[in-house]
Every structure is written in C-alpha cells, then in structure tokens.
C-alpha cells in the first residue's frame, strides 16, 4: 500500500522527484547503492529518501546517521531535512561522528582523558625528522604530513610503510621510502609522547575501540540502525573498517556516489568500494541518476564524449536543459595571450549582465592563477582565488619578492642579467631547473617560482630591465592584484572546484604535460586526470569554454600539444592547428612589419628598435600627470599606469570612455577613477 493512502494526512514529500530520484526515495531498506552522475539531484534523492523514512515510520529519525565528507556538504543535508520534518537525523562528516563517539567511550573503556586532538602535524614532524639527523624545510613537512595521512587512512602501519609504497608509486620528494618510513615511525613515537592524536587517529582509534569492546559496538549499533554515505567514491580503507563496524554485520546501508568524478585516489579514496558494492552486497538495489539539470545539452555531450573511451566511465548523463552556445576550444600562442583572451571574454560576459559571481575559471595547478590575477586586475576585475592564496600571498613568492628587493638594493646582483639573477637568488631558496618529480607542496612551490622565472625572461626584453625595475613590475602586480572584492570571478584547480557550480566556466592550460601532469606516469595516474577534466567540465551550466596555450612565455617555442583527453572532442579546425601549431597568426610590429618576440613587444604592438609612433608630447603630459597623481595617493607612479599604458594612449589618443577600455591595462575601475582626467589630455 502507498505511503499516502497509509498517511493521507501527510504531504506528498515525492512528488517533485523525477522517476529514478523517486525510486531512491522509496527504497527504504537496504542495501542500496545509488550511481549519481553529476548535476543529477543526489542530494535531493537521498535527503528526501531519509523524509521518506521518518515521515512513514519506517526510520525513527535519532536512529539514522546520514555521512558525507565535508562540514558544508552535511550542514546542507542538515538543511534540508529540516524542512522536510526530519531534523532530529545525524548528519555529520566521518570525522565528526567518529570523535563523537572516541569522546564518549574512550574515558569509559580507559579510564583516562581522550588523547588531544590536533589538526596540524608539522610540529610534531619537525621534532621526528630532528630525531633521524635530517632537515625539512615546511613545504617537505607537508608533503611528508600528506603522505602519513595517505598510509594512515590506507591502513599502512610504519613497518610496512616502505614495501607498500614502494609498490604503489608513492614518493616524497628528496628522500627514499625507508627513509619516510622512519619518519612516519618517530613521529608516531613523539605523537604518543606527547599524549596527542591526529584526524587519522580519530577513525583508527573509533575503529579500535568498536573491534576490541563488543558492549561499546553493542551501544552504537543500537543507537545507529540505518546508513546513508554521500560521495562513496572517496571512502578510504579506513573509513569503509569504520562503516562496517558501524554496521556489524547488518546491511541497512545506502551509498551514494559517481565513479567518474573519483579524483582523490592519490590522497587514500578508493572507488572500488562504490564499483563492487554489488560483489559486497549481491542482493543490493542498485540504480542510476542520469537526468542532468545542471548543465545545457552541449556541455552534458561534451563531458560523456570524454569519458566514453575510458575505464573512468560512470553513468550516460542525459541533458535536461534547453540547449545554450556550443562548447568552444581554443589554442592560444602562450600562457600571457590566454589569461588576457580569457579575461576579454570576463570582461563581455560582465558587459552582456553576467555577475561576475557565476564566472570560474579552473586550472590544473595553483602556479597558473598568476597570469588570470593579472590579465583580470588589469582590467579592473574582481576575482577570488578558491583553495589557496592569491600568487603574491603565497609564502614563498613572498619570500622570494623580499630577496629579490634585497639584492636589488644591495646591488649584489650588479652585472649579472636579469634572469641569471633572479634563478640566482631563488636557487638559494632551493629553486632548481628541473621540476620535482613529486607531487605535492614541494612541486607547488616550485611551481611558484618558476612563474617568477618566467616573468623575468619575459621582462628581460624590455629597455632598462634590470633587477630594480623588474621587483618594481612585480610591485605593481601585487598591488593591481589586490583590490578589495565582492562579486568577483572564482579562480581554482579542478579539486577546488568539485561540489561547485557556475553559469559560466573557463578550463584553461589544458596542455599534454599540465593535463595530465607530467608526474601522471602510471594508466592510473593518468586516468584520474581525465577524471579531473570531468569534473571541471560539468561544473558548467551554460557557458564552457576550453583552451591551452602553445608556448609556456611570449616568444617562447610553440611546442606544446592539446591535452591528449581533448582528442575525441576538438572539431576538426582546432585538430587541424594543433598538428600544426607554428601555422597560427604571428603578432606583427605595426611599425616594420616584422614577427614580434617578446611579450615586451606584442604588448605595445612594436618592436623594440622601432621608434615610437606615439604623440611624444602628450606622453610627457600624461607622465607629468601621473606623477603628481601618484603623490597625491601617496603610492608608486607605475601602480597609476605603467608607461607602456601611457605609449598606448599617446598613440591611440582615445576619444571615449569605451576607447579608454580597449588599451591593454585599462580596466574599467581605472577608467572611473583616471578617465576625465586622461580625456581631458588628450582633448
């Protein structure tokens, strides 16, 4: 009999569920698995399957825990339950229920205080590679407090630590795996000493205590008679234990999750607890979201012709959106010509009435934001940078901005060229030419640096670049890049991006060598890149736009090649260019007719021998003006506008306000505060 003739006071919670949500929401008893592709209403499945249950009788609410993997995603689970007259059911976070419970029983079962919980590893780490005679420096003891955190949740114990992962293809950069493995030892020792544990530790130590006392397992599978898992791609060995023994034998589990968008595998996620649920559970209903309500038809065929060749396949999205613009893939001569391409586009899309707030734009690594920061500042566009700091505020472009102003006042670096200066500073922070092999913080802030170094090489070409002017240039980035923000564009990685959504995405830097990354060597490694391209493509509801660049600087050899995932997806044009990527249109010196090489050159659009086509008096007028402007902001002249904006405008000699924005580092914040002020000079 329904729910509704048994209730028929109760309102129909099922009704605005399409068929497959609604077969979720009815079935009640598991086990249950629930294959949701992106964009097709998991959350709304699950939350009302749940209402389902409490509002028929079926569950009583305190009894239900509902899990998922972030405080954000189980405090809107906690929201809609709310509404839908079940908010006495648990939803929390693995971690969350497992401290929970450690709190409770571990006092009873030991007689003592519950360990302290602490969230940062790296000082114990300092303390434990001190013991070995070795030295780290933050960045290594990060990436040594990720990979604990991989072998901990993966249930590797320090004496088996070297053996599996050697066989996994794990590393830390610098140092072998039994070198890590005493490491991982020593700093479990001075964990203990010091009476404290780590987030890992909450699950193993819950997972302990439910194995090793039956009356303690007894008590919580009493209390907890019915299980919901969102996002079961990520669970982890030791999260799947915990699950288990949550569970003690009894099979009312629903899980909830998409293979495709497994990207945290290096990080302990296994997704063969979603795949083989069924090989777990032979008598489980298993069924698939397929209706997409995020995206437009054109990005849902786009992401499914990704997948479709691959073993990351998850479910056939099928579009439920009116059809919108058609996915576009772009080839650009060099990362500089791609940020400002992309920022244009910002910039139209802002003009045309798109908030800024419903803009991403999604790369591979936290190094490639710099050049979107830029080409968007100069422009007066507000931004965001998701997951990590904007570039000038990472720690160690800061650090490396400081010496370099050192050494420039110094003059220490006098006589050296520029970029043989700036590699020899940021050598002595441990900047190297050849990349790290690992991933992780040590890569990241290599990465970091190595911007730099390209920024240098590209500002060599310009008149009177020394190391002086050259911090100065990177001084007026940082200060262009700093402007206070509202509704401004999201900038991320792919894994910052994944739970978001936005009308409008840009995926960009999507080049063989940055996706997949080059430390991607097994089938694995690189199918899980594909994965993250998935998941950045779906992010997009309605505009989504794919680009990469040919040459890493301007100037630079055109050598790179579309990412090899984007094969089954280029129309024929762009597969045509990338074959051939020295037949694109070469800049061109408006003066001479000669190909420009430097970024120097292509953004005055001459070379640099050329003599300047630019009404030389006005140029000095616009100088005397930005001077004494300057001093009345009290900050430095180039943060105004770099000479090379005032060349443009003495060339141009723009009329109008929309003329004024079609300079290159003209953005419209500069024209409201400085337009009159230059019009008036050129009248």
């Known amino acids: 009999m329904a729910a509704q003739e048994l209730f028929p006071q109760m309102p129909d919670l099922l009704s605005a569920l399409d068929p497959e949500q609604r077969q979720v929401a009815e079935a009640l008893r598991g086990p249950v698995r629930v294959l949701a592709g992106a964009g097709t209403g998991k959350t709304r499945a699950i939350t009302h399957r749940i209402a389902h249950g409490v509002a028929t009788g079926v569950y009583a609410p305190t009894e239900v825990l509902a899990v998922t993997f972030t405080t954000r995603a189980a405090g809107e689970m906690r929201a809609r339950l709310r509404t839908m007259g079940a908010a006495s059911v648990q ?7 497992a401290l929970r419970q450690l709190r409770y029983f571990w006092p009873r079962v030991h ?3 519950l360990p302290t919980l602490t969230e940062s590893k790296i000082g114990m780490l300092a303390s434990a590679t001190r013991r070995q005679r070795l030295s780290a420096d933050q960045a290594l003891l990060r990436d040594l407090a990720s990979e604990i955190e991989w072998a901990k949740v993966s249930n590797v114990h320090p004496d088996d630590y070297a053996r599996v992962a050697r066989a996994r293809g794990r590393a830390v950069s610098g140092h072998d795996h039994d070198t890590v493995a005493r490491i991982f030892a020593s700093y479990e020792e001075v964990k203990r ?11 193993l130590l819950t997972a302990g205590l439910l194995d090793g006392d039956e009356r303690v397992a007894a008590q919580v599978r009493r209390q907890y008679k019915w299980f919901v898992v969102d996002e079961f791609q990520d669970v982890s060995p030791i999260q799947w234990a915990l699950l288990r023994l949550w569970l003690g034998g009894r099979d009312e589990l629903c899980v909830v999750g998409d293979p495709a968008q497994t990207i945290y595998s290096f990080a302990g996620a296994d997704a063969r607890y979603l795949r083989d649920f069924r090989t777990e559970y032979p008598q489980a209903v298993s069924i698939d979201l397929v209706r997409n309500y995020r995206s437009t038809p054109e990005v849902v065929e786009a992401a499914n012709t990704l997948l479709a060749p691959s073993s990351s396949r998850g479910v056939e999205l099928r579009a439920q959106r009116p059809s919108g613009p058609t996915v576009s893939y772009t080839p650009r001569a060099d990362e500089v010509a791609e940020a400002e391409a992309v920022a244009a586009q910002v910039a139209r899309l802002r003009d045309s009435g798109r908030s800024l707030s419903e803009v991403a734009v999604l790369f591979r690594i936290n190094a490639q934001s710099e050049a979107f920061e830029e080409a968007l500042a100069a422009r007066g566009i507000p931004y965001v940078v998701r997951g990590a700091a904007r570039f000038f505020d990472r720690a160690e472009v800061r650090e490396a901005v400081t010496r370099l102003r050192g050494a420039a006042r110094s003059g220490e670096a006098a006589g050296d060229g520029l970029v043989e200066s700036v590699t020899g500073i940021l050598a002595g922070m441990g900047w190297t030419p050849t990349a790290p092999t690992a991933r992780g913080q040590t890569r990241d802030r290599w990465e970091s640096w190595q911007a730099l170094v390209d920024q240098a090489a590209e500002f060599a070409a310009t008149p009177g670049a020394e190391l002086n002017a050259f911090v100065d240039d990177l001084d007026r980035r940082a200060a262009e890049q700093h402007a206070p923000v509202a509704d401004g564009v999201t ?7 994944k739970g978001l959504e936005w009308d409008s995405v840009f995926l960009c830097g999507l080049q063989d060598g940055t996706l997949p990354i080059t430390y991607a060597e097994s089938p694995a490694a690189v199918e899980e890149e594909r ?8 992010r997009a509801r309605v ?14 050899r055109a050598s790179r090649k579309p990412s090899r995932f984007l094969d089954p997806l280029l129309p024929e044009s762009a597969r045509a260019e990338a074959q051939q990527p020295r037949s694109r249109k070469v800049a061109r010196c408006r003066e001479c007719g000669r190909p420009l090489s430097t970024g120097a050159e292509k953004k005055v659009g001459r070379c640099a021998d050329c003599p300047a086509s630019y ?8 100088r005397e003006w930005r001077k004494a402007r300057a001093g009345e902001e009290g900050k430095p002249a180039f943060v105004v506008f770099t000479d090379a904006t005032l060349q443009l405008i003495a060339e141009h000699k723009p009329r109008t306000p929309e003329a004024l924005l079609r300079i290159n580092g003209i953005g419209r914040s500069k024209v409201e505060k400085y337009g009159d002020d230059v019009l008036d000079l050129v009248g």
Not at 491 to 497: G, R
């Open 91 to 97: 939803a929390r976070t693995f971690h969350s229920a």
């Open 193 to 203: 000493a010091q009476g404290r544990m780590d987030m890992e530790d909450v699950l």
């Open 111 to 113: 007689g003592t205080e």
């Open 491 to 497: 900038l991320a990685t792919f894994h910052a991006a």
């Open 531 to 538: 994965r993250l391209l998935y998941v950045g493509m779906t």
């Open 615 to 622: 009404d030389e008096e006005l140029f000095e007028r616009l």
């Open 543 to 556: 505009d989504l736009a794919l680009s990469w660049s040919l040459a890493r600087s301007p100037g630079g």
